[in-house]
């Protein structure tokens, strides 16, 4: 009885001084913030969890997006027994033991077993196929979470055998509802900048907005004289107070100049000037935004504005973010700067850009025709019979490995979607395909071809 009690005393005095973060964690679905698309109300999501009816799953999303806590509401929430382990520390023998509990459980009260792995991603492919035959039998349900690529980094048996549930970062309204309630908990208040500063850092990471909430809160009683106990007056953070939080000069946040400044550096690259680009870079690191972000807003124009132009483009923006990632700042913005350097340097072309809207117009509104016999898998038993696959010219055994066949439903067979530009490499390949659209070989320029 006294270590029940001595142990429940410990519980609280931790949990009172656990971090704010892991204190305004959720417990119910209402309370969540974001991922209206998935727990909000009549979303599938939350229909699943409700009726205690999740399958195995898998939660996708970057960091401070909710995917642990939407693993303890489902622990609230189910009949079945809750098994929660780290991909970081955990290993096949702990798979298997939790595995033989299952087995166990279910045969003698007839319970079944959710396996919570966390960071499913740091699991290697043999760790993996051990959890396979118990989530394809059903005896465990696996929920895992990761903010990695799943079709990268998780089994395809098990990606298959799972809902992939995709987490998107919380908007700035969003995460200022979080900042809010951090505020109410910690019994603070803060000015309306310090709380758009607080939004604007965080790049869509509720955990991180309360962390940097929590550390400008204890600043804001220091300079006060506010002990943490309370006092006369609340706490009161301010911008200064978010900034020293931050170890970084946050002022440009205020009233959308975030935004604005992203913008500026996002049109100076696709201007091609590589000093505008460098300066906006550098204004942005210094006051302390997110690396990460920086490396996704270049990712993106590196298809968006360069494209074929320049397909090298896309390698080195990648590279850059997988550096930021690999080697981390302060080093990694040397790789931000060579990619903002080859990124502005670049020849443009936003054609690619353009194709894809031309093509999703079609998909959404055109007519939807079925896929031409000839391109249908022919690889099943039976599928001859159903003539798939009959008539296809397999192109590496034609001249110039290119074959003028149908590859599109009839109804959008005349469509074009994708023009290339005369710039940089797209010229070469403008070449190309008109040469193919006329009928020729590339380079063949003085015989008229033929179509096959």
């Known amino acids: ?49 409700e009726t205690d009816r999740l399958t195995s799953a898998i939660l996708w999303g970057p960091p401070g997006t909710g995917k642990t806590t939407l693993a303890s509401v489902v622990a609230s929430a189910t009949s079945k027994a809750f098994v929660p382990l780290s991909a970081v520390t955990a290993g096949v023998k702990d798979v298997r033991s939790v595995i033989d509990e299952a087995r166990r ?27 396979l035959p118990a989530v394809e039998e059903g005896l465990i349900v696996l929920i895992g979470a990761t903010t ?23 908007s700035p309204e969003e995460l200022d509802a979080v900042v809010q309630r951090g505020l109410a908990a910690e019994e603070a208040t803060a000015d309306a900048d310090a709380r758009l500063a607080l939004a604007g850092v965080a790049d869509g990471d509720a955990r991180a907005a309360l962390t940097t909430l929590e550390v400008a809160i204890a600043l804001a009683r ?41 913008s500026a550096f996002i049109k100076a690259i696709r201007g091609s000037d590589p000093d505008a680009g460098l ?10 935004e997110d690396a990460r972000f920086i490396a996704r807003r270049l990712v993106i124009l590196a ?34 700067a060579q990619a903002v350097v080859h990124l502005a340097c670049a020849p443009k072309s936003n054609r690619v850009t353009v194709a894809l809207g031309r093509a999703q117009t079609d998909a959404r509104t055109g007519p939807r025709g079925d896929v031409p016999a000839h391109l249908r898998d022919a690889h099943y038993r039976g599928a001859a019979r159903l003539g798939h696959g009959e008539g296809y010219v397999y192109p590496h055994d034609e001249p110039g490995a290119h074959v003028d066949q149908q590859y599109r439903p009839a109804e959008l067979e005349g469509s074009v979607y994708y023009e290339p530009s005369d710039r940089g490499h797209e010229a070469a390949v403008a070449e190309r395909l008109a040469a193919w659209r006329a009928g020729r070989s590339p380079g063949d320029r003085g015989s008229e071809g033929g179509r096959r």
């Open 148 to 170: 990695e690529n799943p079709y990268f980094e998780v089994n395809a048996p098990l990606l298959s055998r799972s809902t992939l549930w995709r987490l998107e970062p919380l």
């Open 1 to 49: 009885m006294a270590d029940d009690l001595f142990g429940q005393a410990a519980a609280e005095r931790l949990a009172a001084r656990a971090p704010l973060a892991a204190r305004l964690r959720p417990h119910t679905l209402d309370e969540i913030v974001g991922q209206a698309h998935l727990v909000g109300p009549g979303a599938p999501l939350r229909a699943l969890i």
């Open 222 to 262: 220091s300079r006060q004289g506010t002990p943490a106990g309370g006092g006369e007056a609340p706490p009161h953070v301010t911008l200064a107070d978010v900034e020293r939080a931050r170890h970084a000069r946050l002022t440009h946040y205020g009233d959308d100049a975030h935004y604005d400044q992203v």
């Open 303 to 336: 298809s968006e504005d360069v494209g074929e132009a320049d397909p090298l483009a896309l390698v080195v923006a990648d590279a850059a973010a997988r550096a930021v990632e690999f080697v981390g700042l302060p080093e990694a913005q040397l790789n931000l």
């Open 105 to 131: 459980r279910l045969g003698e009260r007839g319970q079944g077993t959710i396996l919570f792995l966390d960071e499913v991603h740091r699991f290697n492919r043999a760790q993996q196929d051990a959890l």
């Open 279 to 288: 300066y906006w870079l550098a204004r942005m690191l210094e006051a302390g």
